[in-house]
């Protein structure tokens, strides 16, 4: 994860004025956050984001002209290998998300727009973005099911559960403060979640454990009604 004194460089693209507006206030309430630039189309923020070398891209996924968020957020990656990226969105299953790959999944994160006035999930997203991990709403984490006969569906409760707080982008420390155990104890379960689902703990550059494991449980997991 980022250094805890160091202030994340953010830019934000978002087509609706108000909207757009809401989301800087909310970047506000966190001190080391720092918008270094907002658009409201895709074209102009593609061709002044890679000047600032922001850390993270917050993207509308359903941005009016030709290129939509998941467009430009390809495109950002382009000149920016290391930018992460908040796709919001209005739609509750992250489909994109889990169509990727271990090696190009590692740092998008995916956020209702309904979220952004929650500034922890906010912030877990970004962080997990510029750290290159995978974060999801956490709202969209208590809809997912395991699918029947999955690997995902054959883990221990508890193993599931912090598998839910993985994708929500909890530390150990945080899953360990909020299910009350120790963080051996929260460690040893995720080496078991590992094992289970058939992830090697050193996967090397860009195939990050937590990210495989995050993929691996969208991609196992369908979405509950609501």
């Known amino acids: 994860m980022p250094d805890t004194g160091q202030v994340t460089r953010v830019v ?20 080391r956050i720092e918008v270094v630039g907002a658009y409201g189309d895709a074209e102009t923020a ?7 070398e922001p850390d993270v ?15 430009l957020g390809l495109r950002l990656r382009r000149d920016l290998p290391a930018v992460g990226v908040v796709l919001l969105s209005n739609h509750r299953d992250p ?14 994160s995916y956020l209702l727009k309904k979220s952004v006035g929650d500034v922890e ?17 956490p709202e969209l984490v208590t809809e997912m099911r ?9 883990l221990a409760p ?22 009350t155990l120790s963080e051996k104890s929260v460690e040893n379960q995720i080496n078991l979640v590992y094992q289970n689902l058939g992830i090697q703990r050193s996967g090397g550059a860009g195939n990050h454990p937590r990210v495989t494991a995050v ?3 969208l991609q196992e997991s369908r979405f509950a009604p609501y």
């Open 215 to 217: 993929l691996r449980y």
């Open 158 to 179: 508890r193993q599931r559960e912090i598998l839910g707080l993985i994708a929500q982008g909890l530390s150990n420390a945080a899953i360990a403060q909020r299910l």
């Open 95 to 108: 489909e994109f998300v889990s169509s990727l790959s271990p090696e190009t999944i590692a740092g998008w």
């Open 57 to 71: 891209a917050i993207l509308d996924i359903e941005l009016s002209g030709p290129m939509n968020g998941v467009q």
């Open 12 to 31: 934000v693209v978002e087509d609706e004025g108000l909207y757009r507006d809401l989301i800087r206030i909310a970047l506000a309430q966190h001190p």
């Open 121 to 137: 999930s906010l912030w877990l997203a970004i962080e997990g973005a510029a750290a290159g991990m995978v974060v999801l709403d």
């Open 146 to 154: 395991p699918r029947h006969n999955s690997s995902v569906s054959r």
């Open 46 to 52: 593609l061709a002044e984001v890679p000047g600032l």
